[in-house]
C-alpha cells in the first residue's frame, strides 16, 4: 500500500521527533494535540533540530524547508482523517490512547492504518476495540527517533501481511531497521531495559550507590553510553513507571515490583528532563544529582 499522508496524534517528545522523520523522507505530516502550546513548541523544536541537522551536513537546506512546508498542526483530532498511516503517541495512558482511537474511527479512510508507538501497552487489546484489527499494529520508535536506528514492529494477533510489509517499507523509506516483536508487554527493548533502570533505582533506595556512582559504574564498568538514571531521565520517569506498571500486571511476576522510589518521583513532578527535574536537577548550567 501507498502511504503519503501521516497523521501523528500527540506533539510530546516522541511525537516530535516522529513528524520530524516521516517529514524529511518526504510523507505530508499532520501533527495533532490537545494542547496548542505543544503544537506550538513541537513545531520550533522541529526546525531548531533540523537547522542543527543542516548546519552538520546532514540535510541540505533546501530539504530543511521542504521538511518544515510538509508538516501541518491541528488540534481537531478529525483532520487527521485523511491519513493513510496514523501513528498514536499520545501519553502512555491506555484509557487516554483508546479514546483517541475511538474518535478517530468515524473520521478514516477505510484502508487507513492504525499504529500506536505505545511502549508497553497490548497491541492486541488497543486494536480489538477499533473495527480494524488487521490494519493496526505497534510501531515503536526509540528516543531521540532522529538519531536513533531502531524501530519495532509489532503484530497483534490479528495483524495481517499486508499491513506489516507496508510498514516494513515505511521504515526501509525512513532509513531506519525494523526489529520484529511478539506482542507481550513491553515487547523486546523495553523488557530487558525497564527492569534495569528499575534495579538501578532500587540501587539508589537501598542506598548502595548515589546517583553519580550508579550512573558512572555503568557508563564505566559496563560501557553503556549513558547510566541508567541518566536514561531514565531522559526517557521520563512516568512513562519508566508506566512500563514497570505493565510488566508487573501483564507477567503477574514479582520481579517486576516498580521501585518505591520512582513511584515517589512521579508523585512529585520529577519527571526527568522534560520537567527539569528527575534523578538530576536540570534548572542550572550542569545536571546536579537530587540524591
Ligand atoms: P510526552 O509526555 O512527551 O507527550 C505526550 C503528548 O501527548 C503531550 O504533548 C500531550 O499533550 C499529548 N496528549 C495527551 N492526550 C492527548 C490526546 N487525547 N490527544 C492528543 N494528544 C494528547 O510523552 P512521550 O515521551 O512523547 O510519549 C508518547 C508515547 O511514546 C507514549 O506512548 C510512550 O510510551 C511512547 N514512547 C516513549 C519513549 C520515550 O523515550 N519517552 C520512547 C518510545 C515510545
Avoid at 500500500?1 to 523522507?25: E, K, S, Y
Avoid at 497483534?156 to 517499507?169: C, D, H, R, S, V
Avoid at 511478539?182 to 537501598?206: C, G, H, K, S
Amino acid at each position: 500500500m501507498d502511504i503519503r499522508t501521516v497523521g501523528v496524534v500527540g506533539a510530546g517528545q516522541m511525537g516530535n521527533g516522529i513528524a520530524h522523520v516521516f517529514a524529511l523522507a518526504g510523507y505530508d505530516v499532520l501533527l495533532n494535540d490537545i494542547s496548542a502550546e505543544a503544537l506550538e513548541k513541537s513545531l520550533a523544536l522541529i526546525d531548531r533540530n533540523m537547522e542543527r541537522q543542516a548546519a552538520r551536513g546532514k540535510i541540505t537546506p533546501e530539504e530543511h524547508a521542504a521538511a518544515i512546508a510538509r508538516i501541518r498542526t491541528t488540534t481537531a483530532l478529525p483532520d487527521l482523517g485523511a491519513s493513510d498511516l496514523i501513528i498514536e503517541s499520545a501519553t502512555e495512558r491506555e484509557t487516554i490512547k483508546q479514546a483517541i482511537f475511538e474518535d478517530l474511527l468515524p473520521h478514516l479512510q477505510p484502508h487507513t492504518i492504525l499504529t500506536s508507538n505505545t511502549s508497553s501497552i497490548s497491541i492486541t487489546r488497543l486494536a480489538s476495540r477499533t473495527d480494524r484489527p488487521e490494519r493496526f499494529m505497534g510501531f515503536h520508535f526509540m528516543n531521540p527517533v532522529p538519531v536513533m536506528q531502531l524501530v519495532e514492529l509489532i503484530r497483534g494477533i490479528a495483524t495481517n501481511e499486508a499491513t506489516y510489509k507496508t510498514l516494513l517499507g515505511v521504515v526501509e523509506k525512513l532509513g531506519k531497521t525494523a526489529a520484529s516483536s511478539e506482542d507481550f508487554p513491553a515487547f523486546i527493548v523495553n523488557r530487558i531495559l525497564m527492569p534495569m533502570i528499575n534495579e538501578a533505582v532500587y540501587t539508589l533506595y537501598e542506598g548502595v550507590g548515589n546517583v553519580r556512582s550508579i550512573d558512572q559504574s555503568m557508563k564505566l564498568g559496563a560501557n553503556h553510553p549513558m547510566g541508567p538514571l541518566e536514561l531514565a531521565d531522559f526517557i521520563g520517569l512516568d512513562t519508566c513507571l508506566a512500563i514497570m506498571n505493565v510488566l508487573h500486571d501483564g507477567l503477574a511476576d514479582t520481579k517486576y515490583r516498580p521501585c518505591p522510589l520512582l513511584t515517589k518521583y512521579v508523585e512529585a513532578g520529577w519527571l526527568g528532563r522534560k520537567t527539569r527535574r528527575g534523578f538530576y536537577d536540570y534548572r542550572g548550567d550542569e545536571p546536579v544529582p537530587t540524591r
